[in-house]
């Protein structure tokens, strides 16, 4: 009879159940590079240890308040896995976090992702790593960590999914919004979107189904493009334009135009007494709205809450200072437009 214990007897193995830690391994040893190209004062961006350590003294500051957030990317993660394109994805990922804590007045110092799928593909992995490191780089943030999951069972074939983590830090007499420099008659100045950035994809991705249209077919809005390319525009990153008006106290609010459009997010920067009064013909809406105004025959009203509308940030600042901000935008490659301003409740 054989021996149960015999070691010719080949028992399962993390393999066996769809893991595989020399996978793990790999990947780690092939990020190593990226998250080093993000390293900036106060970090050194290694990984391999059990947590991420951020010097906030040799970042600079002085009395700092820590600012952080969470996101994902919604549903353009499926357009990116039926497309093949992944390296722009993590790019998403990363804006969709430092944008919401510049709203907060606030500098990204690090960022962490967390990277789950059912099955890892060193390779697939690495190329949404590098849209991460990217998107670092664009903010200004250290990529100090993250964890990769692989779960079979979880994910059907090469489905995964991104959460993004960003701490960031603000003086405690720059944080925004200031709501006692607020009153009626001030500016609303809107800054140009890359496009849909990472929200409204769901509805996205029925107009497409409905258009009858392939992934990979012409793009009816962008010449050159296929559609796919086109709607995987990654979110614009607003970090090094904007934080220097912030930091010379040009802002007293900011709202960063995710779900719900200009109508939902600008009163969150907003305090009770006073309310957006928007222009909505004060820019020119980008084609792939119009296009997908017509072709879902989607309601105004609709539109303006489910997409950005070519609008990612609005900022509000005082009249006197309307001209300068607008050239300082202008002057750091930015797009903007007054696109209307506060009135009372």
Same mark, same amino acid.
């Given at each position: ?63 700092? %308040? ?30 969709? =976090? ?37 998107? =670092?780089?664009? +903010?200004?943030?250290?990529? !100090? ?14 489905? @995964? ?8 830090? %603000? ?50 809005? +962008? ?58 013909? &004060? ?5 792939? @709205? ?8 989607? &309601? ?10 070519? !609008?990612?940030?609005?900022? =509000? %600042? ?6 300068? %901000? ?20």
């Amino acid at each position: 009879m054989p021996d149960s214990n015999s070691d010719t007897q080949k028992g399962l193995s993390y393999s066996d159940a769809g893991v595989n830690i020399d996978e793990g391994d790999r990947l780690v040893d092939a990020i190593k590079p990226l998250a080093k190209s993000t390293r900036r004062a106060g970090a050194d961006a290694a990984l391999g240890g059990f947590g991420g350590a951020f010097d906030l003294k040799a970042a600079g500051f002085k009395d700092p %308040v820590l600012i952080s957030g969470t996101d994902g990317v919604g549903t353009k993660l499926r357009i990116a896995i039926d497309t093949g394109k992944l390296d722009t994805v993590g790019i998403d990922l990363v804006a969709m =976090c430092v944008n919401d804590v510049l709203a907060q007045g606030a500098e990204p110092l690090f960022f962490l992702d967390y990277f789950a799928t059912g099955r890892l593909d060193t390779s697939k992995a690495k190329d949404v790593v590098s849209g991460i490191a990217e998107g =670092c780089r664009q +903010a200004g943030a250290a990529l !100090i960590g993250g964890e990769t999951a692989e779960m079979p069972g979880m994910y059907a074939g090469d489905d @995964f999914d991104l959460a993004g983590f960003v701490v960031g830090a %603000v003086e405690r007499d720059a944080i925004l919004p200031r709501h006692q420099d607020m009153a009626a008659g001030d500016i609303l100045i809107g800054v140009a979107s890359s496009g849909p950035h990472s929200n409204g994809y769901s509805l996205i991705r029925k107009v497409v189904e409905v258009s009858g249209l392939s992934w990979d077919a012409p793009s009816p809005f +962008a010449e050159g493009q296929s559609l796919g390319e086109s709607l995987m525009s990654p979110t614009k990153i607003y970090i090094k334009s904007i934080l220097p008006l912030i930091k010379d106290g040009l802002v007293s609010g900011l709202a960063h135009i995710t779900g719900g459009g200009l109508t939902d997010n600008t009163p969150r920067m907003l305090p009770g007494t006073l309310t957006p009064e928007f222009d909505f013909g &004060a820019w020119p809406r980008p084609d792939v @709205f119009k296009w997908l105004k017509e072709t879902g025959q989607i &309601a105004e009203e609709e539109m303006r809450r489910a997409f950005n509308c070519g !609008i990612g940030l609005v900022i =509000c %600042v005082k009249p006197d200072n309307e001209a300068k %901000v607008l050239s300082a935008l202008k002057e750091s490659g930015e797009t903007a437009w007054t696109i209307g301003t506060l009135k009372a409740t």
